[in-house]
């Protein structure tokens, strides 16, 4: 029997496909990767009996990066990143083994039918999949077809049933519009970023950034919120007179009539106008009207509409919602989220969708009513040719969604609902009056039928006052006319659905990148986020885009992007070859940046004014190996200590605290040592700033602390504090934390594993001698002697920590609470666990020597 692999997006996403298809006649299992799930049934395929296998990845499976020392920013020229430096495909999440998982689940398969998500992304990682797959399946015979390519737009019964039935193949050429997308935004990004952020943060302490980074699509979208923040800074306000006249209709009410000039600039002309009129005590029907007009029905929903609303109304961000959306895609809830089409197809079954609606509690009564009256079609919209409309695909409630999901999935819903429903009726009411020389009107509205407004009640018409009923000629008396004095006020900050309209008025990434353009110019520290989801440009961001503006204004505005998005969708149409586009806009952006790279020395002024120097920048800390002057600590990302006589900065390990330890120097150069924490119950190690930054040892690495330092002899070092390898990582060693008393603590010096031991000890060494058993360090203990766990009022014992029954009761292994990112972290991280007290299970034996000396100590963790 031949067997058909099947690969969707997501492990929800392939357990929904694989019951519909199954009809629940399913085995599942966990893969090797412990993220996805394989589900297994035997049905047909092309006529014949198969066993089906579905997995999933995890997103994308691979991800575009630099060979080798091209990703290391002290050894490379950014320049060389346009054309020198060789790209590659790397594991886009090397811990989910996902290549070695596909290829031992593709292996001896004979067809592939890919359920990648119907877009370019998902076009792209079908060749992803394939390039990983396809070598390890049994070869095609005769030509035959193994590759097919699903498509649908819900996790439907019908939707997924139908697109079993009608397979095609992956779009080759929206796959490559990715590629040149990701090797663009790699080059060009990469290399701007790496030349601003080492040239600024070698000369400002305060920039609160720990990256500088530009971005093709990023920083036009960082230009729109300060080209706003410029127009209000620079607006001054105007005084106007404005005219307001109130007329009497009968003893109890009156109208508040409008001026037709609106306003006027000159208060002396207004004093003129409101003489004038001052003077009448009747005002004159001049013309009155009533017309019948309609608001209209929504269009269908696509992504950007819904990004829009759900920042404005709901107040989501366009990431989170989009985030929230594909949620109720994968279980069901809605149809794929990711569109650009306000038009249903002819074919849609738009009553089939609203009968799924009829019996919901909030909107079964409009739901009834035109499923009975008959629905009306939906307005003609746009169709960009791939996916139909965001349409609900099956009821829910508050109860079984709740929160965020909720409320977009309400709003989703009632979206649909209205667009089949009728236009908002009423009718508009306009009496024209004259006082003296000066025309002034009133209108009311009354609602004739509220059509769709009734499912979407906030854009229900206004209620405005019934106007009196009355004909040209009739007159009423003058209450009062007066002046009022105003001023013109500035435009405030762009919302975020204000900005999400820019970027697709001038073509700046697509419906799914929005959102990670924007919150990308949040998470620099570009804008923040105010009430009412307006962003405010900080000094950082405001002073980058007029740096970009004074040496190249291009590089901010958005047209030479939606340029470059043309050109890639060229590429997705077959109509533009992908080696030509990328050629040439990286050859124009290397021009650009060899440009920006010489006149850098603009911008540069910008920066002098706003932030300060490192030399004037932080508070002093620990003293500098060559001159022994203090070093000043900046605090603010990335955190560095900056010699001002040396003219010397030196990085420090971030996401953590940073304190001077004990006034001790490295043997090796004579710096001050600090101490790196991550708190109480994580880890710390001691560190010599120089030997950080500048390994002494040709088995070091930079961004190395003293656990990791090789030196024979040092007190602080790996060869003396060092106890053995760690029970989790394959490359890491637990090694002792001197500092960490009375509360002990072993902590590996590569992933976040930490033993607390000991608590109430005076004193712990690391011995000299080792273990018989595993040859892991011994530890020399002293214990406070009203305290002490050793029998007969013992103080002192030396023992192996993993094999001594008496330390195997006073050793408790954790997980550090936050971990330094240069620490990798090994299999089975998990933030915050512990693992329970180390003790010998009932029965085992004391464990023989291990090939790796700290197996051992894994036998006593449970």
């Known amino acids: 029997m031949k067997t058909v692999l099947m690969v969707a997006e997501k492990p929800s996403l392939a357990q929904s496909i694989a019951k519909i298809l199954s009809r629940g006649n399913m085995s599942s299992h966990k893969g090797l990767n412990g993220a996805c799930s394989v589900h297994e049934y035997t049905g ?30 002290d050894k490379v020229d950014p320049a060389e990143l346009f054309s020198q430096a060789p790209t590659e495909k790397k594991e886009a999440n090397p811990k989910l083994n996902m290549v070695k998982f596909l290829q031992v689940e593709g292996r001896g398969c004979d067809y592939i039918v890919l359920w990648l998500d119907c877009d370019k992304e998902g076009e792209n990682i079908c060749f992803e999949v394939l390039d990983t797959v ?54 060009i990004g990469c290399a701007f970023t790496r030349f601003q952020t080492k040239y600024f943060q070698g000369k400002y302490g305060d920039l609160d950034s720990s990256l500088i980074s530009f971005g093709p699509c990023q920083t036009p979208t960082l230009g729109f919120c300060v080209e706003r923040h410029d127009k209000i800074q620079s607006f001054k306000p105007e005084t106007y007179w404005v005219l307001q006249a109130k007329v009497n209709t009968d003893k109890d009410r009156s109208l508040l009539l409008d001026w037709d000039r609106v306003r006027v600039f000159d208060r002396e ?143 989703i819903t009632r979206h649909f609902i209205a667009t089949v429903s009728h236009d908002c009726r009423y009718l508009q009411s306009t009496i024209s009056f004259r006082i003296g020389p000066e025309l002034f009107t009133c209108s009311g509205r009354t609602v004739i039928s509220p059509g769709f407004t009734e499912v979407m009640p906030w854009q229900s018409v206004p209620l405005e006052e019934s106007l009196p009923t009355c004909q040209r000629g009739n007159t009423f008396p003058v209450g009062e006319v007066k002046m009022l004095e105003k001023q013109t006020s500035p435009p405030d900050y762009l919302t975020e ?98 440009y920006f790279v010489d006149s850098i020395a603009g911008m540069d002024e910008l920066m002098e004014v706003s932030f300060s120097p490192l030399a004037a920048t932080g508070k002093p800390l620990s003293r500098c190996g060559k001159c022994h002057r203090f070093m000043k600590y900046i605090q603010a990302k990335p955190s560095r200590l900056h010699c001002s006589h040396c003219d010397e900065t030196y990085t420090l390990p971030q996401n953590g605290t940073i304190k001077l330890y004990k006034e001790l120097r490295c043997p090796l150069d004579d710096f001050e040592l600090v101490l790196w924490s991550s708190g109480s119950r994580g880890k710390s190690y001691p560190l010599c700033p120089y030997c950080y930054n500048h390994p002494p040892f040709r088995d070091m690495k930079k961004g190395m602390g003293c656990n990791e330092c090789t030196h024979p002899s040092c007190q602080h070092s790996l060869s003396l504090l060092g106890i053995g390898q760690c029970v989790e990582c394959e490359s890491g060693v637990l090694v002792l934390d001197p500092t960490s ?62 094999c001594d029954p008496v330390f195997q009761e ?25 693992r329970g007290r180390a003790r010998r299970p009932p029965g085992k034996a004391n464990p023989r020597r291990p090939k790796d000396k700290m197996s051992a100590l894994a036998a006593y963790f449970v």
């Open 44 to 73: 047909t395929f092309a006529g014949q009996p198969v066993r089906f296998k579905m997995t999933s990845v995890c997103g994308h499976v691979m991800t575009l990066d630099f060979l080798g020392k091209y990703n290391k920013w």
């Open 134 to 187: 396809l070598p390890v399946m049994n070869k095609a015979h005769g030509g035959e077809k193994t590759v097919f390519r699903a498509r649908f737009s819900s996790i439907t019964d019908t939707d997924i049933c139908n697109a079993m039935a009608h397979l095609g193949e992956p779009d080759h050429n929206e796959a490559l519009s990715v590629d040149a997308r990701q090797e663009l935004d790699l080059r």
């Open 269 to 411: 002309i207004a004093q003129m106008f409101l003489n004038l009129t001052k003077l009448e005590k009747e005002a004159q029907v001049e013309a009155t009207s009533r017309k019948e007009k309609a608001k209209q029905r929504p269009l269908a929903l696509n992504t950007v509409e819904m990004l829009r609303v759900a920042s404005s109304s709901l107040g989501m961000g366009p990431q989170h919602a989009m985030q929230t959306a594909e949620r109720l895609y994968t279980q069901g809830y809605i149809s794929y989220p990711r569109t650009e089409t306000t038009h249903y197809p002819e074919n849609f079954d738009l009553k089939g969708s609203l009968r799924q609606q009829a019996n919901h509690p909030y909107w079964a009564d409009s739901v009834k009513r035109l499923l009975a009256e008959g629905i009306n079609r939906p307005r003609k919209g746009h169709d960009a040719g791939d996916h139909p409309p965001i349409t609900p695909m099956r009821s829910a409630t508050e109860a079984e969604l709740g929160g965020d999901a909720w409320r977009l999935y309400e709003y």
């Open 497 to 594: 659905a204000e900005l999400i309209t820019l970027m697709e008025k001038h073509g700046i990434g697509t419906d799914a990148s929005i959102p990670v353009h924007i919150n990308n110019v949040c998470q620099r520290n570009y804008v923040t986020v105010e009430s009412g989801r307006r962003l405010k440009p900080t000094n950082l961001g405001i002073v980058l885009v007029h740096g970009y503006y004074k040496i190249d204004a291009e590089l901010v505005l958005p047209t030479i992007r939606s340029a470059v998005e043309r050109q890639l969708n060229l590429i997705a149409q077959g109509k533009a070859d992908y080696r030509q586009v990328l050629s040439h806009t990286l050859d124009v952006f290397k021009r650009k940046f060899h």
């Open 741 to 802: 008393g009375p509360k002990w603590k072993v902590a590996c010096n590569k992933c976040n594993v930490v033993a607390h031991c000991f608590e109430n000890a005076h004193r712990v060494r690391v011995s000299a001698d080792t273990c018989n058993i595993c040859e892991a360090a011994l530890l020399d203990v002293d214990f406070n002697k009203a305290k002490s766990p050793l029998p007969g009022d013992e103080t002192q014992h030396v023992g192996c920590v993993f």
């Open 810 to 834: 006073l050793v408790e292994l954790k997980h550090a609470a936050s971990c330094h990112p240069m620490h990798r972290g090994g299999p089975g991280r998990r933030q915050g666990r512990g």
